[in-house]
């Protein structure tokens, strides 16, 4: 309902509200326009969110102190079966990429099929050059940095601090909103915003930092969901037994619940960054020429007709979030293989 990326470079003439929006504040500067289309989009953004919320809040699981994980039994005929059922989705995503990334390598496709590297001298095809791809690793880092730190401070309060007032239910309700709201309508909420604050916010827009607040702003509920609900399944003893122990909550932290969320806390870290990486909803109206993104220099190359050069870009961006989708699975396999104890049992140290 919300995406842009796709229906921009494949959608043709097929019009979507994402991209009315886009077309009516960058190609007619019809900012009053552009507003109501995204208060429709918003709309049904908001209701789904509502369904959602009443549908699930009711859901709790727990992790106990003395749980085993499932072992399933091996099956040859059930593994063949979900092999070949799970095999055929993933050759057609594999031919799509194949695509993107032969097509990087072809001169013109179909009538030249010379092979080049020229698509990947970015300079000739767009004013950013590599310096949008630079930027986007520059965005992703930082986002996902910051997004650690926030998303795991919030999802601990509402979840573990027992004192629950007004302050953490606002808290809470905060952090849950974002994901009902668009991207485009994140992005032309924050030029109303800083235009009507302009003398106090110069040294936010247009910059950087606009973009990192933006993107993780718009990424925020996702990972705090993440979170809270990994938070929500340890269980509260190991804290109460800390606390009968004289520990504090400092050595708690550090000791029990921060190595009980390592894998979590990977997981939750490649998806800032991942998604921080091929973001282009959210930031498409925030840029600026020293701010541009991979993302949108993909979008660029590809109205102005260097198809080819965009998908060099495309195949970059997901080559770089390949390799880190990789860390992390070896980072967590590394922490269960060298950390018997995780699965099993936690021990105080005070």
């Given at each position: 309902?919300t995406?842009?990326?796709?229906?921009?470079?494949?959608?043709?003439?097929?019009?979507?509200?994402?991209?009315?929006?886009?077309?009516?504040?960058?190609?007619?500067?019809?900012?009053?326009?552009?507003?109501?289309?995204?208060?429709?989009?918003?709309?049904?953004?908001l209701?789904?969110?509502?369904?959602d919320?009443?549908?699930?809040?009711?859901?709790?699981?727990?992790?106990?102190?003395?749980?085993?994980?499932?072992?399933?039994?091996?099956s040859?005929?059930?593994n063949?079966?979900?092999?070949?059922?799970?095999?055929?989705?993933?050759?057609?995503?594999?031919?799509?990429?194949m695509?993107?990334?032969?097509?990087?390598?072809?001169?013109?496709?179909?009538?030249n099929?010379?092979?080049?590297l020229?698509?990947?001298?970015?300079?000739?095809?767009?004013?950013?050059?590599?310096?949008?791809?630079i930027?986007?690793?520059?965005?992703?880092?930082?986002?996902?940095?910051?997004?650690?730190?926030?998303?795991?401070?919030?999802?601990?309060?509402?979840t573990?601090?027992?004192?629950?007032?007004?302050?953490?239910?606002?808290?809470?309700?905060v952090?849950?909103?974002?994901?009902?709201?668009?991207?485009?309508?994140?992005?032309?909420?924050?030029?109303?915003?800083?235009?009507?604050?302009?003398p106090?916010?110069?040294?936010?827009?247009p910059?950087?930092?606009?973009?990192?607040?933006?993107?993780?702003?718009h990424?925020?509920?996702?990972?705090?969901?993440?979170?809270?609900?990994?938070?929500?399944?340890?269980?509260?003893?190991?804290?109460?037994?800390?606390?009968?122990?004289?520990?504090?909550?400092?050595?708690?932290?550090?000791?029990?619940?921060?190595?009980?969320?390592?894998?979590?806390?990977?997981?939750?870290g490649?998806?800032?960054?991942?998604n921080?990486?091929v973001?282009?909803?959210?930031?498409?109206?925030?840029?600026?020429?020293?701010?541009?993104?991979a993302?949108?220099?993909?979008?660029?190359?590809?109205d102005?007709?260097?198809?080819?050069?965009?998908?060099?870009?495309?195949?970059?961006?997901?080559?770089?979030?390949?390799?880190?989708?990789?860390?992390?699975?070896?980072?967590?396999?590394?922490?269960?293989?060298?950390?018997?104890?995780?699965?099993?049992?936690?021990?105080?140290?005070?």
């Open positions: 309902l995406d842009f990326g796709v229906p921009a470079i494949v959608g043709g003439n097929y019009r979507v509200l994402a991209t009315d929006i886009y077309q009516y504040i960058i190609g007619q500067y019809n900012f009053s326009l552009g507003s109501v289309v995204a208060v429709l989009l918003l709309i049904p953004s209701m789904i969110f509502c369904i919320y009443l549908f699930f809040k009711k859901q709790k699981t727990t992790f106990m102190p003395h749980a085993i994980p499932y072992q399933p039994k091996p040859m005929i059930k063949s079966i979900l092999f070949i059922l799970s095999l055929i989705p993933a050759l057609f995503i594999a031919m799509i990429f695509a993107a990334f032969i097509g990087s390598f072809i001169t013109y496709w179909p009538y099929l010379t092979l080049t020229s698509h990947y001298n970015f300079t000739h095809f767009d004013e950013a050059g590599w310096s949008s791809y930027n986007s690793l520059l965005l992703a880092f930082c986002v996902s940095c910051l997004g650690l730190f926030l998303i795991s401070l919030t999802a601990y309060i509402t573990r601090i027992k004192s629950r007032g007004l302050i953490t239910t606002l808290i809470h309700y952090s849950s909103i974002s994901i009902a709201i668009p991207g485009v309508v994140f992005g032309l909420s924050y030029i109303f915003f800083f235009s009507s604050f302009a106090l916010f110069n040294f936010l827009y910059g950087f930092l606009v973009l990192v607040i933006n993107t993780l702003a990424l925020y509920t996702t990972g705090y969901m993440l979170m809270r609900n990994h938070f929500g399944q340890i269980d509260e003893s190991f804290e109460k037994v800390g606390y009968s122990l004289h520990g504090k909550m400092t050595k708690i932290i550090g000791k029990i619940i921060l190595p009980l969320s390592l894998p979590a806390l990977l997981n939750l490649t998806y800032l960054f991942t921080s990486m973001t282009v909803s959210s930031v498409i109206f925030l840029y600026s020429a020293h701010t541009k993104l993302s949108i220099a993909i979008v660029n190359m590809n102005t007709g260097y198809t080819s050069s965009a998908a060099a870009m495309s195949i970059l961006i997901f080559l770089t979030v390949l390799c880190i989708v990789i860390l992390k699975n070896i980072l967590v396999k590394m922490i269960f293989a060298h950390a018997p104890w995780y699965q099993y049992n936690v021990k105080l140290i005070f």
